[in-house]
């Protein structure tokens, strides 16, 4: 049985509902295909804590105008502090704004601060990205686009208070204690209420949509495979209700751990197969593995999460590498792989 959705946020794109005693869920909308990012409120004696306030775009400021007007919160006033769980814009991106009206403080992750701090710099490389592509076997002319692209700037607000996993956060009626949680980003934090079994898991734990586990040019090494042990840390954590950053709420955080750790099992075999005995660049596996017509912007995320399979791929001895310029793999026929590859 997959795991279900909670019958709590099921609230349109738009709308503010609350999900817990002291915690209110706001769905601000995104201009890509995953369409919102959740934002939490959790309401303190004298104001309001606010989680990953979302993406800087026009609709999103106004669906926080509106949601912050049905609660009777003034953003000039009332927001205390905003936590943020990654560094990624559709959920750091309003803080700058929202921490400048309210003169509050922005919290995350100090090590994510330091990673945030080299991503959106605005004097950074953008020809290392390309060349990042291209070194796995994308085609200069597609890879060219794509760093154009990527020049859309995330602004960070000037100072942002570091945390550091295990420490507890107060929030609400809450005491949380913060989990590192690597894989989609390096540094990506948690939440976690163990009294009420409450989890705020950003991107890390998400149902109907697994979280994007990429290589970047930046990534720490290993990423997939520390991601497995991160959700494997995670199961047995008192946990009856999972508050992620996108798509529905959910209690069963051991049944999807189940599924995501099977998911990513299924992709191994998916694209240690895509080799077909053959050798072959990482960018060809992963226009083998995705369908065909992604966008530009789609075949980066492609060749990231490809690549990530793929080091673990080779540290489980299933692939090695076969050439350098561009990079390839082989395939190593293995017993186990026999049956999968026929
Ligand atoms: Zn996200």
């Not at 060219?144 to 945390?163: A, F, G, H, M």
């Not at 949680?181 to 991107?203: C, M, N, Q, S, Y």
């Not at 959700?231 to 959910?250: A, E, I, K, S, T």
Request: glycine share 10%; net charge negative; hydrophobic share 40%.
């Amino acid at each position: 049985m997959p795991v279900t959705p909670s019958e709590l946020g099921t609230q349109p794109v738009g709308g503010v509902a609350r999900v817990f005693e002291d915690v209110w869920q706001l769905k601000v909308p995104v201009p890509f295909p995953l369409v919102f990012v959740a934002s939490y409120l959790v309401r303190e004696d004298d104001g309001w804590t606010v989680i990953d306030p979302g993406f800087d775009y026009p609709e999103g400021r106004e669906v926080w105008r509106r949601g912050a007007k049905s609660l009777g919160l003034d953003l000039g006033g009332d927001i205390r502090r905003v936590v943020v769980t990654h560094l990624h814009p559709d959920h750091i991106g309003l803080a700058k704004w929202m921490s400048g009206r309210a003169g509050c403080p922005v919290l995350m992750s100090g090590m994510e601060i330091a990673a945030a701090r080299r991503l959106w710099n605005p004097t950074a490389d953008t020809d290392r990205f390309f060349r990042f592509m291209v070194r796995y076997g994308m085609d200069e002319a597609t890879a060219r686009p794509n760093v154009l692209k990527q020049s859309s700037r995330t602004e960070l607000p000037d100072e942002i208070t570091p945390l550091a996993p295990g420490e507890k956060l107060e929030m609400g009626a809450g005491s949380y204690r913060l989990i590192h949680a690597p894989g989609h980003t390096d540094h990506h934090l948690v939440f976690h209420d163990e009294h009420r079994g409450l989890l705020i898991g950003g991107d890390h734990v998400l149902l109907r949509i697994t979280p994007n586990i990429g290589v970047w040019p930046a990534t720490e090494p290993r990423p997939l495979a520390r991601y497995l042990a991160s959700v494997d840390g995670m199961r047995g954590l008192d946990v009856n209700l999972v508050l992620p950053g996108h798509g529905p709420l959910f209690h069963d955080l051991n049944g999807r751990i189940e599924e995501l750790t099977r998911h990513h099992e299924d992709r191994l075999d998916v694209m240690y197969r895509a080799y077909a005995g053959e050798p072959a660049t990482p960018y060809e596996i992963a226009c083998r593995v995705f369908s065909l017509d992604l966008s530009d912007y789609q075949l980066r995320f492609a060749l990231a999460e490809t690549l990530a399979h793929l080091e673990l791929l080779e540290e489980q001895g299933r692939i090695e590498v076969a050439g350098e310029h561009p990079v390839r793999h082989r395939p190593v026929r293995r017993m186990d792989d026999i049956g999968s590859e026929a």
